[in-house]
Each structure stands twice: as structure tokens, then as C-alpha cells.
């Protein structure tokens, strides 16, 4: 009988390593993040966020015209190739007030939004978490605010701000107003997270070894629940987006010349017939980012489903 030797002699730390490269566990975000490359929609969305966004920050800087600066050669012109998307009435350039524009309508939908994820995810863990009478309360006092007019409570909040306020003091009360009435839902899909894991095991380990409930709340259920919260997040903003350009359309945003996207629609629409690209490009702006933060959002609902998990 013979025996292959050469199997033998082979060294095996290198097919080890091998191995346990391939088995290696990742953690979810590296998970969520690889397959969320995969959706190539969802990848064109956070391409055109994370471009626009930029933009709007540094658009001092890369834009060819000032935000107010003005061609009288030029006025209520069409898209050509001095000014790709035309002029306005005083020969300012779209584009670059577009871009410009998205600071106020992104800025707002971004810190509303996070105002809201603070107020709501501290609410809900609360709730969710000591439940009983304490999460009784707390959860009639959401139903009681849905109740309540959204938008008449932030028209009504915009109206309470002086005319001649200055554009940090109109962005910092709709900051508050969107904060305020946008936190219930995230307050009610905390909560219900938190429901379900408080009384997993490694919770009641946790508890078991004497952790807090500030500590169990903060290093076991809350990281446990950001997916669903990231989620949320990201399909809060187009909403938010279109609110603000809804109160900027009717008046109750940015004062001019600091422009936003409702404000150039609002100013757009009054000269459809003889002018239709001051109204089309601002309203594309609009139409264009809540779509791309919905195709982000649907990929990174996706991308975290943990049924999907290990599947590709």
C-alpha cells in the first residue's frame, strides 16, 4: 500500500487562512453596506445626494456665478450655454440658485429631521422600554398630537415669526416646527422595537449582571433598532423636503434674495406662459431629490432586511 506524501508535506497554514477568510463573519453594516452596492438605483440616489449636498456647501466656491449676481444682457432667458438652465427676471443664473436653493430645502429637511429622531427615539425607548402605565401615558399623548393639523401647526408657527426675521431665525423655527410634529412616528416605531427586544435573552443577561437601565437602553436595544430608525430617516427627508418648499411657495420660508426651491417655484409659476423654465427646473430639483431619497430609502430597507441575510 503507498500513501501520497506530497498532501502531507503541504503546508496548511496559508488553506487555513483561506478558509477562515471566506467564512469570516461580517457585521451588519458591512453586510447591509455590500449588498446595498448591489441596487444600483439605491447607489445613484446616494451618488446624487452626497453630489448635491456637497454642492450646496461649497457652491461659493464652484459655481461660476454669485448667488445674486445679476447679467441685465440676459434677463428671462431660456437654458443656452452661458447659463444652462436660464435666467430669472433680474438676470441671475437658475443653476447656480438651485443649487444654492438646496441649503435652505436640504439644510432644513436634515436637521428637522434629526431634531425629530432625537426627540422620538428618546421618547420611544422610553415608553418601550419600562412599558406598564408609564408607556400607556406617553402613547395617548402621540394619539392626542396626531390629532392635531400638521401643517396648520407650522403655518401657524411661521406666522408667530416676525416679517423682517432674519434667514437664520426663519430656518431655526421651521427646525423646530418640523422637529416637533415630526417625531411621532419614530417615537411609535421605537417603541414597538423596543417592546420586542426587552425581552430577549441577552437583555435579561444584561440585567442579570446588574446593568442600568440607561446602560441596557443605550448598549443593547438602541443599536439593536437603528436599522429600522435609519430607514425612517431617510424616508422622513423627501417629506420634509416638500413641506418646506410648500410653506417657502406660499410665503412663509426664506425671505429673497436668499432663494429655496418653493420660493423660485412660487416666483417660476406667475410667468409660465412666457418664461416655463423658471418654474420646471426648481420643480425638477424637487422632484428629483424626494425620488432619490426614496429609491435610497427602499434600497436600505432592503439592504437591512435580515431575511435577506446571507442570501447573496
Known sequence: MTFDTTSLLEPKGDLADRQLLEHKEI???????????KNKMAMIALIYVVVLTISSIFAFAIMPYGRDETDFDYTREGPMSEHWFGTDKLGR??????????QVSLG????????????GVTYGAISGYFGGIIDD????????????????????????VPPNSS??????????????????????????????????????????????PRRIISRH??????????????????????TESTLSFIGLGVKPPTPSWGQMLSEGWRAMRTSPHLAVFPGLAITITMIAFNFLGDGLRDALDPTMRGRD
Not at 27 to 37: A, N, V, Y
Not at 143 to 148: K, S
Not at 192 to 207: C, D, N, P
Open 27 to 37: 457585521s451588519m453594516w458591512e453586510d447591509t453596506w455590500r449588498r446595498l452596492r
Open 93 to 102: 443664473d437658475v443653476f447656480t440658485r438651485i443649487v444654492y436653493g438646496a
Open 108 to 119: 432644513v429637511a436634515f436637521v428637522g429631521s434629526l431634531t425629530a429622531l432625537f426627540i
Open 137 to 160: 401615558l406617553m402613547m395617548r399623548f402621540v394619539d392626542l398630537m396626531y390629532g392635531f393639523p400638521t401643517m396648520l401647526f407650522l403655518i401657524l408657527m411661521m406666522l408667530i
Open 167 to 212: 434667514t437664520a431665525a426663519i430656518m431655526g423655527a421651521m427646525f423646530i416646527g418640523l422637529g416637533i410634529v415630526s417625531w411621532l412616528n419614530v417615537a411609535r416605531l421605537v417603541r414597538g422595537q423596543f417592546l420586542s427586544l426587552r425581552e430577549q435573552e441577552f437583555v435579561e443577561a444584561a440585567r442579570a449582571l446588574g446593568a442600568t
Open 221 to 242: 436595544l438602541l443599536p439593536n433598532s437603528l436599522g429600522p430608525v435609519v430607514i425612517w430617516m431617510t424616508l422622513q427627508i423627501p417629506g420634509l423636503i416638500l
